[in-house]
């Protein structure tokens, strides 16, 4: 949930704006505070340690993850003697322990190469979130303690004293790339060229890379060479079914919540909901967490399966919300057009409508429009998320046409573009080519 908070500024009171409930308050703070902090206190223990619900918590168990885990661990062994590992390709979709796994397997082969004092250094970096080679590189360098400017550096010259440290150290290195996928596809794979070829200049350091995608298609990204060498270990993370799911959400309530707190019923739940989607452990721990908030909230003393499924509708909620805020402008004036359409019973437009609402919008808002042609483009992409719904519909001998309406409620488009600086005001605008459209459809 977006909480905005602002004040206006001269009468001292603070206005609090939560999007998503859809309420609005005015409230001289201190008592409702005090409310809503004592009832939080004296409300039901649900949650014992909120924490291990996080996504990047590595639990001490991985049910049903034994078979991987067991494999990584003979694959990486060989660095305890001395030997560099093969590289390793890892893939799966999105839930399925992937970079879990990854870590707490690496993270015990990195304790026991300390104890036995072997030259071995792990490094993970989420490709993703680091964003470009650079950042990449960097946080590979610094897991050498060799510090790099934020910025400044020519790649190549990073790359070069990431490997003069290894060679001068004689070391081991793993790397892990996780989601390299997102990189290679904003970036090209020439990073992994160069990483999976590095050995080959160094005399005494060595190198191996764990690259793990989400992406099962990944493969056809990359140039054969660089995936022969990155897949000389393969290993795929298949989804998890309802009773995998089960069990991992049970093994993790013990931890996050009070004995007695969570029912049967809404455990089941959360792991069919989750394996229905696309065996997604993140889901199902998402599921738990919020239906524990919502019931925690509620002054419920048990999670029952209500919260669960007022837990998927929120969770469904929030994305949806994110995915519209993430829009570029264009496709917000697009969806905007389709909205106000809507609002004037035009309730399937076609593309020469939402085109004529969308280049007035600009127009009121000082954007320069695109041809309809990119606009058309842009109501297929809107499709394929949801967030539009198009169908082609036959006019006889007047060949065919696309009616196109919202594929999600009125009410979350009005309260997301409500909080935007730059679409809120074109909410309740009136476009005046809409009433010639509204006569020529009645
Ligand atoms: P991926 O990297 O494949 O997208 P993650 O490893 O991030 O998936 O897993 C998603 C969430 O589910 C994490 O919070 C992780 O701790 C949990 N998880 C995944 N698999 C298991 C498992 N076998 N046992 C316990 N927790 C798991
Ligand atoms: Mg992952």
Excluded: W
């Excluded at 020519?154 to 440290?165: C, M, Q, Y």
């Excluded at 093994?251 to 989750?274: N, P, Q």
């Amino acid at each position: 949930m977006e909480v905005f908070i602002c004040s206006n500024g001269n009468d001292g009171v603070a206005r609090a704006v939560l999007h998503g409930g859809g309420i609005v308050m005015a409230v001289d703070g201190s008592d409702v505070l005090d409310e809503v902090f004592e009832r939080f206190l004296k409300g039901t223990r649900i949650f014992g340690d909120r924490e291990v619900l996080r996504h990047d918590y590595v639990p001490e168990k991985l049910p049903h993850r034994e078979d991987q885990i067991r494999y990584l661990g003979e694959v990486t062994a060989p660095v305890l003697r001395g030997s560099r590992c093969s590289n390793i390709f890892i893939y799966g979709k999105t839930g399925t322990g992937k970079t879990a796994v990854v870590k707490y397997v690496l993270g015990r082969l990195a304790s026991k190469a300390r104890k036995l004092g072997a030259p071995v250094r792990v490094c993970y970096v989420n490709c993703r979130l680091a964003g470009t080679e650079y950042r990449v590189l960097s946080t590979l360098c610094n897991a050498l303690r060799v510090d790099i400017p934020f910025t400044g550096l020519a790649v190549g010259e990073v790359f070069d004293r990431f490997k003069a440290t290894m060679e001068a150290r004689r070391l081991l290195f793993i790397a892990v790339l996780d989601e390299i996928d997102a990189l290679i596809k904003e970036r090209g794979d020439v990073l992994l060229y160069e990483l999976t070829r590095i050995n080959e200049t160094l005399s005494y350091g060595r190198t191996s890379v764990v690259g793990i995608s989400n992406d099962l298609r990944f493969k056809e990204l990359l140039d054969p060479r660089v995936l022969s060498s990155l897949s000389e270990e393969e290993i795929v993370f298949r989804p998890y079914d309802a009773s995998e799911l089960q069990d991992i959400l049970l093994d993790r309530a013990k931890l996050a919540f009070y004995d007695g707190v969570l029912s049967e019923g809404a455990v089941s739940l959360c792991a069919a909901l989750a394996a229905a989607e696309h065996g997604d452990a993140r889901r199902a721990l998402d599921l738990l967490r919020v239906a524990g908030e919502l019931a925690e909230r509620g002054g419920a003393e048990v999670i029952l399966e209500d919260h669960v499924r007022a837990a998927e509708k929120r969770i469904e909620h929030d994305r949806i919300a994110e995915a519209l805020k993430n829009l570029t402008p264009h496709s917000k004036f697009v969806l905007c057009s389709v909205y106000l359409l809507g609002k004037a019973k035009v309730g399937c437009a076609i593309t020469g409508d939402i085109y004529e609402i969308y280049r007035e919008l600009c127009d009121y808002a000082g954007l320069t429009p695109l041809t309809q042609r990119r606009v058309s483009g842009l109501i297929d992409e809107l499709d394929v998320i949801g967030l539009l719904n198009t169908r082609v519909v036959s006019l006889g001998r007047y060949g065919r046409t696309k009616k196109i309406r919202l594929g999600i409620p009125r009410s979350l488009i009005r309260e997301v573009f409500f909080g935007d600086d730059r679409i809120g005001r074109l909410i309740d605008y009136v476009p005046k080519c809409l009433a010639a459209i509204s006569d020529s459809r009645s």
